[in-house]
């Protein structure tokens, strides 16, 4: 630890170590940088051949696979076309015609092999493609092949296909899967299908007309012989390093049917299953895999590519790729020694940088030790004779000199010093308790003037309510009254007309029920409303129908985004005028239909929002994208009886009673604007609040739940 603040305090201190730092630090800098690219690219660079190498393996093996499927094809051909054969066949001689065909089928490698006589058989034949047409089957094919036209491909034959065959085939071609790391999850146990080479051969008379068809399949199935000999034509001896093989394997889907992948030592590893992203790849998208992919057990330089059946469906997948861990063992073993090298080198360019800067340092180094010495008391000290005739020699007999002058100049400063230390002393004492007076007086002065501030409001506010109070509530109640009176006088008349009374008695409660919040916001303590539980969304949806009217007056839009599935608990129709409040506000700062000469492309627009609250309450957000408020009003905008309102249409107490309402309730209320661009005004609720009475209580409420 004494050692690395050391080695800090002399960088920090040493010209030399600072100056040497700049000379290192391009070394130490761009060598790393080189090396890292160096690396990077060789790394790179490798796996761009080994994935080359690959693609041509692939291409190979696919090209193995198209030769092996046409060569069956040619067998069938050969036969057809052999006189021994047609005479044969022509002469009903059947013995003969089997014989030949169960020699080439033992000779061939076929799994099956059969004559189909079309002059017999034509409506059986019909028939079975009629079925295989509803199928949607192979009907092409076999069509084709009536037609004249030998075929070869790939098929996909189910269990009770083989079974019609031949119940050997069936159970020969049952595998048991094994669970695969990194396969897609399956709860398939067995694959009981199998994959077959088909190869239909037309055999026509002297008139051209098919008489006969050579139906002859291939098993790939633990097909080892075919998937061997793909591998020895695409990874011949030598191809590839010592330690690595090449494996080429045939899956059905994503199962291994067919392979020289080994699952351990002896063991092919049939019935494992493709990895995830190599299925969805080539399976999913019909693209071909030229990558690294984990292959049963270890990573291999992998390529894919889908196989396809004789309809154009994607069926299995070819593979072709041998194991990596030789080449990437050998990538690193050639990173190490570039590491290795460029260390080295950097060693030797910090070594020579060190004993050059030693020999070129050395006078700055004693003229520090001079300028440290003088620091410390020791004005004697002198830099002295160097034996340089450069640069830093001149210098340092200048440096002597300056450092004579210096300790002249400085006896005179300290004396002029003696003087002046008393006399700021003591004005600075002085200034010090005037300026801790002066913070003090304007301390006082704004807390009074706020204070005299908010007693002017809530006294106004609280007369002005009263007074309103008194002067709605009389005719409420005598309009309440005389509505009494009709009902009971219309009697049975009032029928027709009973929703209507019905919502001007609701109407007129709801004015009595506004003048009762008006009071409430004078006089908080007398008041806490009906609490009951609230969906916010419908509330949202139930206040805008209150402001449609206001469509005839304003253009404008109205866009909602309800996400909120949180239900809270407040008085509803509090929390309504809020919304209402905050919703005429939003409307009026948009453009009146009276004031355009024509309808402009883009309308006044209104967006509503409600989101869940950290999962303890309700966000509310109301955008316009009216005139919005400039910043010197936004700190005024609660206060009452402020207003940005034309005069006329508006009396500046709607956002000071909301702003009230939702405090009370542990909410919190909030604006911003820009200035032409509109405004947001965003409403917090909690799912359970309790009425706060005092806006500390409101302030530590947020804490907690913020």
Not at 77 to 86: D, H
Request: glycine share 6%; proline share 2%; net charge neutral.
């Amino acid at each position: 630890m004494n050692y690395l603040l050391k080695f800090h305090n002399a960088i920090h201190n040493k010209v030399r170590y600072k100056l040497l730092l700049l000379v290192l630090f391009p070394i130490v800098l761009i060598m790393p940088v080189a090396l890292a690219l160096a690396i990077n690219w060789g790394k790179n660079f490798t796996y761009q051949q080994l994935f080359l190498k690959v693609n041509t393996d692939l291409a190979v093996s696919h090209d193995g696979f198209m030769r092996i499927q046409q060569g069956y094809l040619n067998q069938l051909k050969n036969l057809a076309e052999s006189y021994q054969f047609y005479i044969a066949l022509k002469s009903g001689n059947k013995a003969s015609v089997l014989a030949q065909v169960e020699a080439l089928k033992k000779r061939g490698g076929y799994s099956f092999l059969r004559v189909i006589d079309t002059t017999k058989k034509t409506e059986l034949l019909k028939q079975q493609v009629q079925q295989q047409v509803q199928k949607q089957r192979h009907s092409s094919f076999l069509i084709s092949a009536l037609q004249g036209k030998p075929k070869v491909g790939v098929e996909i034959y189910s269990s009770d296909d083989l079974q019609q065959i031949s119940q050997a085939l069936k159970k020969q071609v049952e595998l048991p899967l094994i669970k695969t790391p990194r396969a897609r999850l399956s709860k398939q146990t067995l694959e009981d299908r199998a994959m077959v080479i088909h190869a239909l051969f037309p055999i026509k008379n002297e008139t051209g007309e098919v008489v006969a068809l050579l139906d002859g399949g291939v098993l790939l199935n633990d097909n080892f012989q075919f998937v061997d000999a793909i591998r020895d034509l695409a990874y011949a001896e030598g191809s590839l390093p010592e330690g690595s093989f090449g494996t080429v394997t045939v899956f059905l889907d994503d199962v291994r049917i067919s392979t020289n992948v080994p699952l351990k030592k002896g063991e092919r590893a049939l019935g494992t299953r493709v990895s995830n992203e190599v299925r969805s790849k080539v399976l999913d998208q019909g693209e071909i895999w030229i990558d690294r992919a984990f292959v049963v057990n270890d990573w291999y330089i992998s390529s894919y590519e889908p196989i396809l059946d004789i309809d154009g469906n994607r069926v299995g997948m070819l593979y072709a790729g041998f194991l990596e861990k030789p080449f990437r063992d050998e990538l690193w073993k050639a990173l190490v020694v570039l590491v290795l090298m460029f260390l080295s080198l950097m060693l030797l360019s910090a070594w020579a940088a060190i004993r050059g800067a030693k020999k070129i340092f050395k006078p700055i180094e004693r003229m520090s030790d001079v300028v440290h010495a003088t620091q410390q008391g020791d004005s004697k000290q002198r830099v002295g004779f160097i034996q340089s005739t450069d640069e830093l020699g001149t210098l340092s007999h200048e440096f002597d000199d300056m450092l004579d002058q210096l300790q002249q100049r400085s006896k005179e400063i300290q004396n002029w010093a003696d003087s002046l230390e008393d006399k700021v002393e003591k004005r600075t004492q002085e200034l010090k308790k005037k300026n801790q007076a002066l913070q003090n007086s304007i301390q006082l002065l704004r807390q009074t003037r706020q204070q005299l501030v908010v007693a002017e409001k809530l006294a106004a506010l609280g007369e002005l309510t009263a007074g309103v109070a008194h002067e709605i509530n009389n005719p409420t109640a005598v309009m309440l009254g005389n509505l009494d009176i009709i009902i009971d006088e219309l009697g049975d008349k009032a029928a027709p007309i009973k929703n209507e009374l019905d919502l001007i008695i609701q109407q007129i409660y709801r004015i009595k029920d506004i003048i009762n919040r008006l009071l409430q916001y004078a006089q908080v303590d007398e008041y806490a409303g009906d609490i009951t539980t609230v969906d916010i969304n419908y509330l949202v949806k139930d206040s805008l129908k209150l402001i449609n009217h206001m469509q005839n007056d304003y253009l404008y839009e109205v866009k909602t985004d309800l996400r909120s599935s949180i239900s809270i608990k407040v008085n509803s129709q509090e929390l309504q005028q809020v919304i209402v409040n905050l919703l005429v506000n939003a409307i009026h700062a948009l453009p009146k239909i009276s004031d355009v000469s024509e309808i402009p492309k883009n309308k006044g627009k209104i967006i509503i929002k409600t989101t869940n609250w950290n999962n303890k309450g309700i966000e509310l957000s109301i955008t316009d994208n009216g005139n919005g408020i400039k910043q010197e009003h936004l700190k005024h905008i609660f206060d009452p009886f402020f207003s940005t309102k034309q005069q006329g249409e508006g009396t500046g107490l709607g956002l000071s009673i909301s702003y009230s309402l939702v405090h009370r309730y542990g909410g919190y209320i909030t604006v911003e604007s820009e200035l032409g661009k509109g405004t947001c005004f965003k409403v917090w609720m909690l799912s359970e609040p309790k009425i706060m009475e005092d806006d500390e209580a409101i302030a530590e409420q947020l804490k907690t739940i913020s």
